[in-house]
């Protein structure tokens, strides 16, 4: 039998940090793995959450409503004009693109992207912490359910992909979409991973962690196995990333995560699901329209999945993107030069298989008598209508209740 307690103390002077029953160093992703490192052929799934609440008001501009040109007289979005790089960048002669997200237009006519606009969350606040806990949840005004809505669909989806790295979320945390019982790693970059070059320390810690685990109990093995993905990791790290296709992804916190998950798909890795976040878009004061606050975070927001399908276009067939942000914000300016809460708000979804090249939804218009609440955007389109099409028809999970329980009148878009 093995005494943790005695463990725990070596690790404590070997600077290795004790994760619950796991060890791991303290800047290791955090990580649970299973048996059997086996990675399988899946589709991939790549969720974005804009944290803040990012105005799709202005990401897909709708410039045939002249109700928002009436709402908006400094951050409105100028009318398509092919003469005026600074204007709305049109779609169907109702929506546009805010200019600064030209890179995605080419994807647009490629039929690769599509949008959907007026979609949300049912719960009506205006709380960012409760929104992007329902949302990543899959359970609006629940908190019951302590699992996210890709960790059920991961529980729930036959599959023999045993890899640790089935599960990636992009940051310090696991985000809560992706919690549940399936192993999940928590990655900054390959690079922090490596120590920053520093070989010897990686040696001493694997060497720790090796002699700590030695044994044939199942605490021995998760150990032992939690040295192998360092091991697999290391060896990636060991290599010069060369983005494919001469992609250049975008400087910034962003355009790393994606390279970082572009890298272990390219490795082939087995990752199956996996959550980037890009935060900032809590625009109270100075969004500007154009330019501005907004317009600086959705040129890296576009250069990035511009960088990641061009990177990744060999493989695009298997890889679904999507994007969300838990409301929206008001129609109305404010006084400080930004836009306060919301409610409606845009998911772009991207990939092989999408029926791009279209705005989805039903747009219930900006004019006062339809506006949702303090002065909002009315939500026409549930969110679970949009990432339950992907996971049925991109996934191939039927198991919608189990993913989404409680919410059983699905309204399929056509969108997959």
Known sequence: ??????RRELLKKSGVLALGMMAFPAWMPRVAFRANQTATKNPILVVIFMRGGADGLNIIVPHGDHDYYAHRSALAIKQ???QNEDSAIDLDGYFGLHP??????????????????????????????DAMDYMERGTPG??????????????????????????????????QSLRGPIPTIALQSIADFHLRGDKNELARIQQTISSLYDGSDWIDIEGQETLA?????AKIANQRYTPSHGAKYPTGYF?????????????DMGVEVA?????????????GADDGTMGSLLKEFAEGLQAFY????????????????????RAQENSSGGTDHGHGNVMFVLGGGINGGKVYGEWPTLASDKLYGPGDLAVTTDFRDVLGEITQKRLGNPNLAAVFPNYTQFNFRGIV
Request: neutral net charge; glycine residues 8%; hydrophobic residues 40%.
């Open 1 to 6: 039998m093995f005494d943790i307690s005695k």
């Open 80 to 82: 398509p004009n092919a």
């Open 100 to 129: 600064q997200l030209r890179p995605l237009k080419e994807l647009w006519d490629q039929r690769a992207l599509a949008a959907v606009h007026a979609v949300g969350s049912p719960d009506p606040t205006h709380s960012h912490f």
């Open 142 to 175: 629940e908190k019951s359910m302590q699992t996210g809505w890709i960790g059920r669909h991961l529980q729930v989806k036959a599959s023999e992909n045993k890899s640790p790295f089935r599960a990636v979320g992009l940051g310090t945390i696991v985000q």
């Open 229 to 233: 993905a360092m091991d697999t990791l």
């Open 255 to 267: 355009g790393q995560s994606l390279a970082t998950l572009a890298q272990l798909i390219q490795a």
């Open 275 to 287: 959550a980037v976040d890009i935060g900032g878009w809590d625009t109270h004061r100075a969004q």
């Open 310 to 329: 061009t990177d990744m276009q060999d493989r695009m067939q298997d890889i679904t993107i999507v994007s969300m942000s838990e409301f929206g914000r």
